[in-house]
């Protein structure tokens, strides 16, 4: 039997996004589970019961948290398909720099949507 991988998330996070791309990206099959942050699942409460967000990632009955340590937690799972960080030390401060970018940047915004969702959630 292969791996047993399956993602929690909200179709409207990015986060869950970076998640959903990098499994993508490694051809790894995977069940997702669509969340509601307004009533959320005992599964995610039982995955992530420090922080209760989403994503999570479950490999093998597992959880693994946080979107970014999930990127690199799949690039380590699976590194054999379409390696995420270059080879180099430079190579790799110079990506992990741009998704720090991209996190304080981009995502920030879309962070503050996010309590805006759970807010105004009918569910």
Request: hydrophobic share 40%; with cysteine.
């Amino acid at each position: 039997m292969g791996d047993q991988v399956k993602v929690l998330n909200l179709w409207a996070s990015p986060f869950g996004l970076r998640v959903l791309v990098g499994l993508e990206e490694k051809g790894v099959k995977y069940e997702y589970q669509e969340e509601n942050l307004g009533s959320k699942s005992e599964l995610l409460l039982k995955m992530n019961p420090i922080h209760k967000k989403i994503p999570v990632l479950i490999h093998n009955g597992k959880p693994v948290c946080e979107s970014l340590i999930i990127v690199e937690y799949i690039d380590e799972a699976w590194p054999n398909t379409n390696p995420f960080m270059p080879s180099t030390a430079y190579g790799k401060a110079r990506t992990r720099f741009w998704a720090d970018f991209v996190d304080k940047k981009v995502f920030q915004i879309s962070h503050i949507s996010d309590h805006f969702l759970v807010l105004f959630d009918d569910g």
